[in-house]
């Protein structure tokens, strides 16, 4: 047994499927016995009342009985929810304790008298009607005490739902008042000291009212009344304490070698106040409390009490130290101490659903006794030797100790996916953000649950990035039997009207196991391209263009893309088309081993590109020497032209969010003045405010639409970026060779990731990144290692960001490794100076492993760039891009001057991608030509010359 767990000394179920709250329990000799013992009082929600007489009895081995039927005295059922239930002196000229029982419009006292038997049966308890008051309010609780000083008798103080307290001299009314400000009833007690009541208010604040102060005030019939109340006297506060959080109770305290304290318990502090509202102490707590009772003061100056928490522990504090805390059974919603006949100073507590336990703490004493141990010689030879052995297997074991916990594939919840060979028949899409020639296509695919044991609270979540979309994100199922898999229709489709810059999909499912700890099952699936993408025309010319190189004979289009196969499929040159977007060419080379990507928007290329390399992999799965490979230049302009779109769309977010700001603290000074001026008995000219104002309202909107149009440009930027980065990392991954290893590093560094929801951003983040990388494995010598790292900041412009990159691609065609384990540029140093201290005469040369026909074009000293933003070698820094040419997005002005707003006055919508009408070009002239054949466009001077736009010639 542990000695931190509550002895249950008696306990039992109260009814069935009833619900009980704080205040359903009462601990009291309410029969008036002669012992002085306590009897058990419990009012349910659902109007039963019944009381218990506790009398276990301790068995041979040590247990007690428990429950026995003749432990209930009286079961009562009454038509009305029973709220509280209190027991005091509430009938005059007696001295006994009866019995209060709260009902929502009426208030009843009883008293319990125990009636001798007619035959053998013994006696039994019943309960006797003193008298009934009918309330005008739908009461909530009440509290009871000897108010105004009275001896020997108790009234009765119930608070209404809307706050009202009303005072009953026992059977006759006395009087009723509104609390200033109340706007929800909250917890009550009553302070015999200062004969006042403590309640804490829905402002968040504990407050006092003296009697008296009450009793003199003015009536009110309404709560409007009792504030407008001019003549006369009305209900003031007496004190008040700020303690910024809701409270669950109150109790008043007073013990001989404690001062009188009052007690609050809120959500997440227990306070402490003299009588007269001085705070003694506050205590912050770790867990969700549920009730709480003061019960002694065994020490000078101090109170002890207990906790009662949601973790099914309780708690026992001596002012601010926990004493002792005990394990429950259930999560008391109140707590009580009784003095029953075996045993004094019984725990009783009450759950919400009625199991009543009554337990002490500690163990009860063994009777074991401790065998004596035998006395031997000790052999120091032989325990030095299993020291030895021990200390062995430990740094064995140190060793090949994994820090991560060991999780078994063979989970609890299996999640399978079904993914349909073909498109929904009937596309189940929402309403989106645009529109194509063609109904927005859409897939639904299965999701099977299946359990090995059953769990319970199952939470499956469907995670898609945009602009895909799901049509039900989130399940919840109760519980999974493993008799029964549990099967989920899901479907996705585009909704947004821009380019996709993944179409992975994670599904995760929460779940609890028996032993009710938390697990997780995660599973990743890749929707099908032909959900975002459809087959249309070729088109001839095209701005950007990727071509891949391989190490295999060329394979028919038509046989790596058999799903997206148009009309005019020709197994050469095919051509895709996004909804809602841009079209992309693919052409395959009869003769040569390559593939060309074309495209007018430069992130299009990005989809495509990584399809036609996955699916040239399988194609070639058989041969174990297939290679992938890119032999131009990388297209370092048109990357730098989407990270600067995107870094410019940030600096207006970050202007327009300022000058929101400023707009919003004009207006609010602007309406402070203009209610000055209303407010003046002398009557002012407005000096045109109003004008003001309403031109300052109206900036506000426009700056608020501004707002909401560049996040949403932000947004459709970011998925661009993302793009065009995973589209460059792929790129130097086949431009440099990269095994799996270095490209995880490089995708790490060089993030696809975008996030623009935080402080930090991707441009700090990634430079932030590149540079660590340039400090670490990146670095020619130990000079380059001591560099500072810039602060994680916003920074001004691009163009360090774009160094830093252009500075990687550079060093990374030299031959550079990306290993992070040790510096390749340091050792190579080191290395060097070593042979020139061996022969002066001799030098060594390092040969690039990497030997690509544009190396003679690249930089010699790549560790000085100055201001340039790209290798010297890249083609791309010869001519201009074209990608401000394209309908994209509009830049916006960050400028700090806001033009004048007119009324009536419509935005510039940013722009968007817009759809390419392939009905308004013209009509192609002639089919599509053989890559092999596009070499016949002519020139100026009449040449034949094919070059692609990243400065790669196609030999033929």
């Avoid at 609890?512 to 599973?523: L, T």
């Avoid at 070729?538 to 295999?552: E, R, Y």
């Avoid at 602007?670 to 000055?676: A, D």
Wanted: hydrophobic share 35%.
């Amino acid at each position: 047994m542990s000695l931190f767990k509550a002895r249950d000394w008696w306990s039992t179920r109260v009814g069935e499927e009833e619900e009980f709250d704080h205040g359903c329990l009462c601990v009291a000799n309410v029969d008036n016995n002669s012992q002085g013992t306590d009897r058990i009082i419990v009012g349910s929600y659902h109007g039963v009342l019944r009381i218990y007489n506790p009398k276990p009895v301790k068995d041979d081995a040590g247990h007690w009985s428990g429950f026995k039927p003749e432990d209930m005295l009286v079961e009562k059922s009454f038509p009305l929810p029973i709220l509280h239930v209190e027991a005091g002196k509430f009938v005059s000229g007696t001295d006994n304790i009866q019995l209060a029982i709260l009902h929502p419009r009426k208030l009843a006292v009883y008293s319990v008298s125990a009636v001798s038997g007619a035959v053998s049966h013994g006696n039994f308890s019943q309960l006797n009607v003193q008298y009934e008051l009918k309330l005008q309010r739908t009461a909530f609780n009440m509290c009871y005490g000897p108010f105004g000083g009275v001896k020997g008798r108790d009234f009765f103080c119930i608070q209404s739902m809307d706050g009202t307290l009303s005072v009953y001299e026992q059977e006759s009314f006395a009087f009723s008042r509104f609390l200033p400000g109340a706007l929800l009833p909250g917890p009550l007690a009553y302070v015999p000291k200062t004969d006042s009541f403590i309640t804490v208010s829905s402002s968040r604040q504990v407050e006092s009212y003296k009697y008296q102060v009450l009793a003199v005030a003015s009536d009110a019939k309404t709560k409007e009344e009792s504030l407008s109340i001019k003549s006369g006297k009305r209900v003031a506060v007496d004190w008040s304490f700020n303690i910024g959080e809701a409270g669950l109770s109150i109790a008043m305290c007073s013990y001989q070698k404690a001062p009188p304290s009052i007690f609050v318990l809120g959500e997440r502090n227990i306070f402490c106040f003299t009588e007269v509202g001085m705070l003694r102490f506050m205590m912050k707590i770790e867990y969700n409390p549920s009730c709480f009772i003061p019960y002694a003061s065994l020490s000078e100056g101090t109170v002890n009490y207990l906790v009662g928490t949601h973790t099914n522990s309780m708690m026992v504090y001596q002012d601010t130290l926990l004493k002792w805390s005990a394990q429950l059974q259930h999560t008391p919603v109140q707590l009580k101490l009784g003095n029953f006949s075996d045993l004094k100073s019984v725990i009783v507590s009450l759950d919400e659903a009625g199991h009543l336990q009554c337990s002490y703490l500690g163990t009860d004493p063994s009777m074991m006794v401790t065998p004596t141990t035998q006395v031997r010689e000790i052999n120091y030879d032989e325990q030095d030797t299993e020291m030895k052995e021990l200390q062995r297997k430990i740094k064995q074991q140190q060793h090949v100790t994994n820090v991560m916990p060991n999780i078994s594939s063979d989970e609890d919840l299996q999640i399978i996916i079904h993914i349909p060979s073909d498109l929904d028949p009937i596309s189940q899409t929402s309403a989106g953000e645009f529109k194509d020639e063609e109904s927005i296509p859409s897939i639904t695919i299965k999701i099977q649950l299946k359990a090995k044991i059953t769990v319970q609270n199952v939470k499956v979540k469907v995670h898609v990035d945009l602009p895909i979309a799901v049509n039900n994100s989130s399940f919840f199922i109760p519980s999974i039997d493993s008799r029964s898999p549990h099967e989920v229709l899901v479907s996705f489709f585009m909704r947004n009207n821009f380019l996709p810059a993944s179409l992975t999909t994670q599904i995760t499912a929460d779940y609890q196991n028996v032993s009710g700890a938390p697990r997780v099952a995660q599973a990743k699936i890749q929707l099908p391209l032909k959900l975002v993408i459809k087959p249309c025309i070729p088109v001839k010319m095209a701005v950007h263009k990727v071509t891949i190189d391989t190490n295999k004979p060329p394979v028919n289009l038509n046989d790596l893309f058999p799903d997206l196969l148009g009309e005019n499929a020709n197994g050469q040159a095919l051509g895709f088309q996004f909804y809602g977007g841009p079209v992309i060419t693919a052409l395959a080379s009869k003769t040569s081993q390559k593939y060309r990507l074309q495209c007018d928007v430069f992130e299009a290329l990005w989809l495509l590109t990584n399809e036609l390399i996955n699916r040239l992999t399988s194609y070639n799965k058989g041969s174990g020497d297939f290679m992938c490979s890119f032999g131009g230049s990388l297209p370092m302009h048109e990357y730098f032209d989407v990270i600067d779109k995107h870094f410019e769309l940030r600096k207006d977010g970050e202007s327009f969010a300022e000058h929101l700001g400023q707009r919003a603290t004009q207006f609010r000074t602007i309406q402070k003045r203009l209610l000055t001026r209303f407010k003046d008995k002398t009557p002012a000219p407005l000096s045109n405010l109003d004008t003001l104002l309403e031109g300052t309202y109206r900036q506000i909107t426009t700056l608020a639409e501004h707002v909401d149009q560049n996040k949403q440009a932000q947004l459709m930027t970011g998925n661009s970026l993302s793009s065009a980065t995973r589209l460059m990392n792929v790129l130097i991954k086949l431009w440099t060779n990269m095994n799996d290893g270095e490209f995880r590093i490089l995708e790490s560094c060089l993030s696809p990731n975008v996030n623009d929801h935080g402080d930090l951003g991707w441009e700090e983040s990634v430079d932030g990144a590149l540079t660590h990388l340039l400090r670490t494995c990146l670095a020619k010598n130990s000079k380059d290692q001591a560099v500072n790292p810039s602060p994680m900041t916003m920074p001004k412009d691009t163009s360090k960001l774009k160094k830093h990159i252009a500075l990687l691609c550079d060093r990374l065609s030299k031959g550079t490794k990306l290993a992070v384990e040790q510096p390749a540029g340091v050792e190579a140093e080191e290395e060097k100076k070593d042979n020139q201290k061996k022969d002066k005469t001799k030098t060594k040369t390092k040969k690039s492993p990497r030997d690509l026909e544009s190396r003679d074009s690249i930089l010699d000293s790549p560790g000085n760039l100055g201001d340039a933003e790209v290798p010297t070698g890249s083609k791309f820094g010869e001519k201009k891009s074209p990608r401000s040419l394209q309908n994209g997005l509009a830049p916006m002005s960050g400028g700090s001057n806001l033009p004048p707003l007119q009324s009536g006055k419509k935005l510039a919508p940013i722009g968007k991608k817009g759809i390419h009408d392939l009905s308004a070009k013209e009509k192609l002239k002639q089919q599509v030509p053989d890559l092999d054949d596009m070499n016949e466009s002519h020139d100026m001077n009449g040449s034949h010359d094919l070059s692609l736009a990243n400065g790669n010639e196609i030999d033929v």
